[in-house]
């Protein structure tokens, strides 16, 4: 069958195939069961736990959770017992350790409960076939250390590794083959030597840290307060395309590298805006339904679907939990939907640009800090001018900011989401933020000691107290309360009501770092407040307000550069960032640098004790060696696809108008057009040769001459193979306009965007 026949046989099956529908849970009385009741139902819950340990067992278990003690083996091993006892009456036969190691995605090994015991009697050895979950194993696991990223810290031989289970996230069930079931301990990873080699263990540290820093200064701010806990919330929402299963089997770029290496946009694609917030394809629902269900099990709160901005672009969001619970629910969700999707034939993307010229996907990562009593500390309340404790934190977020925005940069620094940041779609690579119209009233009043200016009020409203009350005089509408803040979609760090919204986070990729990062910099950032508060307060037991005045307006005047209200897509505002001094660092091989000056470096390691020197120079060295990787692996395969399918396809188009052109003259008739259309082809075949041919040269010259510098090798990438594979693919996708549609051997755009 030829690649066409292939094509349009894919497209059929897209059309008819068979539509997977399943079955909603049901009570007993044949009622739908409310999404309340499915709610964590796979989960080994602090309820469940309780419900199945002695009280003393599980009142030992908390005092660990909230680190007064050390887990002893006699409540591990009754832990062990009773998961093992509620996972295998849910068919469960395997457990494994799931961990987040640095490749961006989670891993796991399954280990089987199934075990041998022996006993020797007179006649011989006897073996007997046993169920079996220790304390022990429950709480460690060795997986090979050596074949994971390690960036230098470990050599091949050097092989042991540790995962250890992290009891401040529940352990769960999943479905596997044949009606069986896993259960997954999530897991941190360490060497040998105690070195992190995951993404988790730097974010669970640094809640730690943030949460010390931060119970200090409300208890510095309010001594009545008594916090002895804060915790970070985030909440993730994550983008991603949708394309028919069949299709992505025909396109080698979207399976090798996640996006599409070569592809012309169809006339219509996302210009009439229609397709946001637009009715959500029957096919698509059935897929995302089916997802909501699963995640209901795992104790995963979907609150939000809906179409994005692009064909075939779709968005899920779930409530605000802790960072690092919610970042394992964000995983865990991602994995969840490609199985889903797999099973209605299609296939999940989550590379930041899959396609050229339609809006990017990415994770918008909403975060927030909560206290103990569950009081969000950047909540500006009804009166934001007198809530010192609100200005405080806010300023102590802008100072982070300011201070290690670079920092924020390496963070959301790759290959892929590089392709995202900057265009007319997603924000830029200068880090700024957005506080809307209010709050910078709010701070600019307090810096220049003055009463807030009245807002101007516009037609059919009235000014309220926190905000305003819209009436759009229609007598069957009701009035709605207004927010204190509109929304800035261009802004890569906005405030939107009590949380920030950091808009900037790659969808393919794990918010484990960047929130890790940010956990950091408001810690330290925090710390340098703390001290400013002690030291304006002299010997007395707590700040007055005079003293925390004094704080707020230095603080106020420092972070005023790192604040902007305008479109962050502007070429204005480039150049306005550069009079702030602000950074503008336009590749992933720059920012990585940066995570080892010494500013950054000193921060991560001396004064927060997030990451150790080597932890920090590993992700370093992965980090640029990871993109260096990822760039080759895009030039072989555009390679692979110029040279064996683009070009045939052309060749054998000018073959057939030669042929057709001199088959006409040699009955007499005009080949005039066939002439015209082959003398426009020849040229872009001879130009998309010599793109070809670049391209070859200039990888093969970067993988001869790989340097043992990381950030070099990465840098070299960036600078020759990048746009060499860009010039190839505008001399490829020049093509796809002139050749014949029965000779084009790949799935074009409007097959993969307007299929499902």
Known sequence: MSAYELRKSALVKAATGEKREIEYPRKADGKARYPSEIYG????????????????????????????????????????????????????????????????????????FLSLLSSFTPGGEEVTAIDQFSGSQLLQSEPDASSFPSGGMRTTFEARGYTIWDTSSSMFVQSGPNGTSILYIPSVFISYNGDALDEKTGLLRSNEVLSRAASDLVNLLEPEAHVSHVYTTLGTEQEFFLVD????????????????????????????EDHYFGRIPTRVMRAISELELECLKLGIPIKTRHNEVAPAQFEVAPIFEEASVAVDHNLLTMDVLHKVAHRHNLRVLYHEKPFKGVNGSGKHCNWAIATDRGENLL????????????????????????????????????????????????PPAIISAFLGDQLNEVLNAIEENRPIKNFSVPQFQTIKVGGTVLDVKVAALPHITRDLTDRNRTSPFAFTGNKFEFRAVGSKQSPSFPVTVLNCAVTSAINEIVGELRTQMGSKPSPSEEDKLAVIRKYI????????????????????????????????????????????????TTDTGIFSQGELMSRYHILNERYAKDVIIEAETLKTIVGQQILPAAFEYRKTLAEAAAALKAVGVEAAPEIRILNELTPQVVTLQQEYTKLSEAVAKLIDDESEDSNKHAQAAYDTVAPAIAA???????????????????????????TI
């Open 41 to 112: 139902e796979n989960v080994f819950t602090l309820k469940t736990m309780a419900k199945a340990l002695p009280k003393p067992i599980f009142s030992s278990f908390l005092k660990q959770r909230r680190g007064r003690q050390n887990l002893d083996k006699t409540t591990a091993d009754s832990i062990a017992h009773a998961v093992r006892v509620w996972a295998m009456d849910r068919g469960t036969t395997h457990y494994t350790h799931w961990f987040q190691p640095q490749t961006g995605t989670t891993a796991e090994k399954h280990d089987a």
């Open 245 to 272: 299963r069949t299709m992505y089997a025909l396109r080698p770029d979207l399976k090798l590298t996640g996006r599409t290496l070569v592809g012309q946009l169809p006339p219509r694609h996302q210009q009439l």
């Open 379 to 426: 909540d500006p309340t009804v009166r934001p001018e007198t809530n010192f404790r609100f200005v405080i934190f806010l300023l102590a977020v802008l100072r982070a900011l300011q201070e290690h925005a670079p920092l924020l940069r390496v963070a959301i620094s790759s290959s892929s989401n590089e392709h995202r940041l900057g265009a007319q779609e997603a």
């Open 557 to 604: 005047k420092l972070t005023r550069d790192v604040r902007f209200e305008g479109d962050n897509y502007s070429a204005e505002w480039v150049e306005e960032a550069a009079r702030r001094g602000l950074p503008n660092i336009k590749s992933a091989p720059e920012a990585f640098t940066y995570l080892i000056k010494d500013k950054h470096m000193n921060m991560l």
């Open 728 to 754: 190839a693919r505008d001399a490829a996708d020049a093509l796809e306009t002139s050749v014949a549609d029965k000779f084009w051997p790949l799935p074009k755009y409007t097959e993969l965007l307007l």
